[in-house]
């Protein structure tokens, strides 16, 4: 799965943290400090808050600093920046309203410093980014500004930085910034689906239900993700189902240009979509589209692990046309009694059940012991985790990719 349909730009900023189901976010304005708060926390916020209106402007003279400033830091950037502008403001957002909880926020921002590496990003580049941000800030929130208030940022942006530099040091010790990945089969499914299968130049640590970002050699320094679509295997190959968007660079590529013996980039793992082999609790897995491609990797590693657990897959699509991996998950219902397969379509032609996703899992049940798992659009992921909410699931047992990951996907 394109976790992201080309929506998920690789760069200096990435998504909120997340992996799991959070109440979305009010917007910066309605969160502001009282104005009797001075704490540096609400100092952030007060700044998020006036620039949020002119976000749009904000990011475009931050990146139009840095690139005057700092010519040399232009080649680190895809050569088209119009997904990459918003992710500036939408991770500041992120470092100001996590500013006090300080577990989530170092884990993000972990993460953001490992999958930095693969784009080049040095110790020394963080510097010339804060200085850039620092000045935009100041040029775009007037009433905010002030001694107190570039202190905070300044602070705020240098213990940020420190956590991802230091987490690219650590992952250097362990992990290429990235692998080199033959192309050794691609399989139409669809006209704008197919299976794409790499070999990668050196062994690839995963976890069913994890994603990587993945870069072509067709649109250099532009990277996107795809979710692994089978549990680690014994000879090291790696799938992925990409399905084509209009204006997906990566994913038009992947479907209709890659060939055997093409070589493309591959980033390190990442994601919490996996399957916690501690308990016997159930699995619900919701899969939409080329969703099901994690969902059928969880199934197999359920299979390697050898323990008898419940697991009902609702697949959904919007006909039964584009249940193009239905026979797939149907030979794993035949070889496994504990697995059950429900496809989903939205006019429930051929004998599949209809309403959507959430409303045909309404039908079954009760899910509130089972531990649910969702991978598709982040509409069918929204409604899916009301849904699950709705009939008892808690939310610590509902596992999905962070939805601000999957901003751009619509299939």
Known sequence: ????????????????????????????????????????????????????????????????????????????????????????????????????????????????????????????????????????????????????????????????????????????????????????????????????????????????????????????????????????????LLSFHVKAVPAGWVSNALVHRARPGDVLRLGGPTGSMTVDHHTDNGLLCLGGGTGIAPIKALVEDVAQHGRRRSVDVFYGARSNDDLYDIETMLRLQQSHPWLSVRPVVDDGAGGALSGGLPGAVREFGPWHTYEAYLSGPPGMIRRGVDTLVGIGIPTHRIRHDSIEELVGTRN
């Open 1 to 236: 799965m394109e976790a992201g349909a080309d929506g998920r730009q690789g760069g200096w900023f990435g998504p909120s943290p997340g992996g799991r189901p959070t109440a979305t976010p009010a917007p910066a304005a309605e969160r502001a400090p009282a104005p009797d708060d001075a704490s540096d926390a609400a100092l952030l916020r007060r700044t998020m808050a006036e620039i949020e209106p002119i976000a749009d402007k904000v990011t475009s003279y931050f990146y139009a600093l840095l690139f005057l400033r700092h010519p040399e830091l232009r080649a680190l950037f895809p050569a088209a920046m119009d997904t990459q502008r918003d992710r500036l403001f939408r991770a500041l957002l992120t470092a100001a309203t996590h500013a006090e909880d300080t577990a989530t926020l170092t884990a993000y921002l972990t993460g953001l410093g490992r999958g930095h590496r693969k784009y080049g990003t040095r110790p020394e580049h963080y510097p010339a980014v804060g200085e850039c941000l620092i000045g935009a800030l100041a040029q775009h929130a007037p009433h905010s500004w002030g001694p107190r208030t570039e202190a905070a940022w300044v602070g705020a942006y240098t213990t940020l930085s420190q956590i991802m530099i230091d987490a690219a040091a650590q992952d250097e010790l362990r992990a290429p910034a990235w692998w080199q990945a033959e192309v050794v089969a691609h399989e139409p499914r669809t006209p704008d689906v197919a299976v794409v299968t790499v070999r990668p130049d050196q062994p690839y640590p995963f976890r069913a239900g994890q994603y990587t970002a993945l870069e072509t050699p067709w649109w250099p320094r532009v990277w996107r993700h795809y979710s692994f679509a089978s549990a680690p295997r014994s000879d090291g």
